[in-house]
């Protein structure tokens, strides 16, 4: 979807109508980056009957020049690496990358193993952390569910601050998170 | 049971002829020394026999500890272990590889699961299989350093930092 | 594999749009048959068998676990037998029943999960929705069981980690009672639906003889008559005490592969059942030093997959010296390799996965040669596209 800049009042129209198309119907690209298949059936496991998340117009297609948010598992292994960089690129302006499970954050169990390169975002720039080992499919569909949240607010989502205290039904997660985009 | 300790002498009587030493570490096991030039006639003893089937080819890094003072430095050695499985036992043909001599024939010919063993075996301990035909990494990257063998003791991983996508 | 510069080789890119792990594949093809093939893993290398040797016995636990999501607990037993045996402890026998009854649970997950995928890639995607929809159900009993539907942690070293409850037991019975009867739908299906039996019929067969010549391993050899079955021929848990029936076919085809399984699938449920019944008493663990005594185990169970097989050696520490993972995909894919050749290209995607590749305990895309014009590359869809196309 490429961004043309009208000078006119039709730039907000056409802002907001390709915004809501993005939000309803966001096509999502799958990549595994060396996981060991279970943060993938999960989220496999998110088109199936039970959870169906097709009906929130999510859909997980083939294509990286037709998606707008990359679902990206694994520690990034050595050979993965370029594999997963090459779509990343692929991918049309505006992208979104969500890592899912422990090894997208950190390297997961295998963090210090030679042939990983450790969490995603230390190759890619991710905007959402689905973490979990691996994450209920509720988990990543809440994760989708965030970005997407963000996105109707217009803009890419921001670390979440803990409140202190209390279940008000939302989602906190600890400052460490700010720590991980360095 | 009876039949794993038949089966196991029935293996032992076949190797025989090829073995350097023969022991017995575990009830269901037989380990037999091998020096590499009996190795294919060994593997052809089992086939030949058909007792059981190769299970798996395991190398085993063993660095020499530093001689003590006035003492020879012996040197780093390779071994090589060939599982072969029949129901419940398990014989090991075992080798042991100098650094220096790190050369074994391939047993592709006689069992041929055994070029996958192999040729993993070759890029994590760096041993040369002659009659190998496959080319390149089975396992590690396609921009793996060459001559780096990862299994091996001395290597401790990579320090290098990364470079990702702008933003990352 | 050598290459005949005369055939076209197609690369498949290791981005793989649904379901699979990465991994390359390359395939000579002559016209539409395959004359060549050639596997190039590494996508999903980590470095885990240098990993352990850093990390102490325990913490080894949860790495080994983690090689694969489909097969997690079976490799956290095949590791957790080796190295009781290398300290020479004798586990409690009602740690072993609900191991036993956990990598039983793990085995049926697994195969309805292939039973999906496979299905999926021959273009019956009905099928895969219900099994998936289906396996929920053992993935909610693994959950009851031990609190996370994929790495269920069971084990400890000398023992399991929780126990089974008599509501558990009722809870357990009462979701097998539900797959028996899908999995009885499933047969039917394999079994009479003209189009299924016309893409896997004769597909990929394997003698007998070919089998054992190649050592296959798994259901993919019992399909072809070579009665193989670690539970049975080295039994191990309480294999002897809840023994199973090897399950074998005669076809030795793709077609075969399937009703193997899902009968694998049965004796698992009526297995499973024995073990609530007559559950052993007593304790859950038993003590296991820190320092494991030195020598060297083999330890070999049956995974869903296969044989898997662990080589442990340790030097008397807190570390393992070497531990070496033989997975049951890194012997099936010899023989993938060998059956390739002479098969339709359109075929290769049934023939691929009717093996049940476990990527991650191997580490994919496909490369396809076809004389000079150069790699081609196609996503595994594509492929996958291919063969639905042909048979249509």
């Known amino acids: ?78 050979q993965a690496r370029d594999a997963l960089l090459r779509t990343y690129e692929q991918m049309p302006e505006p992208k979104f990358v969500i890592a899912v499970g422990s090894c997208g954050l950190s390297g997961g169990v295998f963090h210090g193993c030679y042939n990983i390169v450790g969490g995603i975002n230390e190759l890619l720039p991710v905007d959402v952390f689905v973490p979990g080992c691996p ?16 996105l109707k607010a217009g803009k890419r989502p921001e670390p979440i601050q803990w409140s202190g205290g209390g279940l008000d039904g939302v989602l906190h997660s600890g400052s460490g998170l700010e720590d991980h985009h360095g | 049971m009876a039949s794993t300790i038949g089966s196991l002498g029935a293996a032992e009587a076949v190797l025989k002829p090829f073995a350097t030493t023969i022991t017995r570490p575990q009830p269901e096991r037989l380990e037999v020394n091998i020096h590499p030039d009996n190795l294919l006639a060994a593997v052809r003893a089992l086939v030949d026999e058909s007792w059981g089937y190769l299970s798996a ?71 040369e299989v002659v009659g190998l035909r496959v080319t390149g990494h089975l396992i ?13 003791k001395s290597f401790t991983g990579f320090n290098q930092p990364i470079v990702g996508a702008e933003g990352a | 594999m050598t290459a005949d510069t005369n055939k076209f080789v197609i690369p498949i890119g290791p981005q793989h749009p649904a379901l699979k792990e990465p991994a390359n594949f390359e395939f000579w093809v002559d016209g539409e048959i395959v004359t ?108 009851k069981i031990s609190g996370n539907k994929v790495h269920y942690s069971a084990n400890l070293l000398g023992g399991v980690k929780f126990d089974i409850t008599p509501e558990l037991a009722t809870e357990v019975h009462k979701g097998l009672d539900f797959l028996e009867e899908r999995n009885r739908f499933y047969l039917k299906v394999v079994t009479t639906d003209e189009t299924f039996i016309g893409r896997t019929r004769d597909i990929g067969t394997m003698t007998t003889e070919k089998a054992e010549f190649l050592g296959a391993i798994g259901p993919t050899a019992r399909a072809s008559g070579v009665a193989r079955d670690i539970r049975v021929d080295a039994p191990y848990l309480t294999y002897e005490q809840f023994p199973v029936k090897v399950m074998t076919h005669t076809s030795g085809d793709l077609h075969g592969r399937f009703i193997v399984r899902i009968h694998e699938t049965f004796e698992s449920i009526r297995v499973i059942r024995e073990i609530l019944d007559h559950m052993p008493q007593g304790d859950l663990t038993t003590r296991v030093p820190r320092r494991i005594p030195a020598g060297e185990a083999v330890s070999r169970v049956e995974a869903p997959r296969g ?78 596209q291919y063969g639905i196309e042909y048979y249509r």
């Open chain 3, 307 to 384: 044989e898997l097989l662990y080589f442990i050696a340790s030097n008397g520490s807190e570390k393992p010296e070497r531990v070496k993972v033989r997975t049951p995909s890194l012997c099936n894919w010899s023989t993938v390799l060998s059956l390739a050749i002479g098969l339709k290209l359109a075929d290769m995607p049934m023939l691929l996965s009717g093996i049940d590749p476990c990527f991650s305990c191997n580490d994919r895309s496909i490369s396809l040669k076809r004389g000079q014009q150069g790699a081609q590359v196609w996503s595994w869809e594509k492929l996958r």
């Open chain 2, 57 to 127: 080819i395991v190398g085993l890094d063993r660095p020499a500890q530093l001689a003590a003072e006035g003492m020879s430095q012996p040197e780093s050695a390779i071994d090589v272990l060939y599982l072969f499985c029949s129901g419940a036992a398990v014989v090991t043909l075992r080798i042991t590889l100098s650094y220096s001599q790190a050369v074994i024939p391939t047993i592709s010919g006689i069992a041929p699961t055994a070029m996958l063993y192999e040729w993993e075996l070759r890029e994590m301990f760096g041993v």
């Open chain 2, 140 to 152: 590690l990257a396609d921009d793996w350093p060459a001559g780096v063998y990862p299994l091996r």
């Open chain 1, 135 to 150: 994450p209920r499919p509720e988990g990543i569909i809440y994760g989708v569910a965030v970005l997407l949240q963000a």
């Open chain 1, 1 to 78: 979807m490429v961004q043309q800049t009208l000078n006119s009042s039709w730039q907000g129209v056409l802002t907001k109508v390709t915004n809501w198309a993005r939000i309803n119907s966001p096509w999502a690209i799958h990549f595994n980056s060396g996981s060991c298949n279970g943060c993938d059936i999960q989220i496999l496991a998110t088109l199936t009957p039970r959870y169906d998340v097709e009906r929130f117009g999510i859909k997980l297609q083939g294509s990286p020049r037709h998606a707008d948010v990359l679902i990206c598992t694994g520690p990034v292994t050595m």
């Open chain 3, 36 to 143: 060549g093939a050639s596997v190039r893993l590494g996508y999903v290398h980590r470095g885990i068998e240098k990993g352990a040797e850093v990390r102490t016995w325990t913490q080894n636990l949860y790495l080994m676990e983690r090689i694969c999501g489909i097969c997690s607990h079976v490799h956290a037993t095949a590791y957790t037998l080796g190295v009781e045996k290398l300290a020479g402890v004798e586990v409690p026998p009602r740690a072993n029943a609900i191991r036993q009854l956990m990598a039983e649970l793990e085995r049926i997950h697994s195969h309805m999960l292939w039973l999906g995928v496979a299905a999926h890639e021959g273009g019956f995607d009905t099928l895969f929705m219900y099994s998936w929809r289906d396996r929920e159900t053992v993935m909610d009993l693994l959950e």
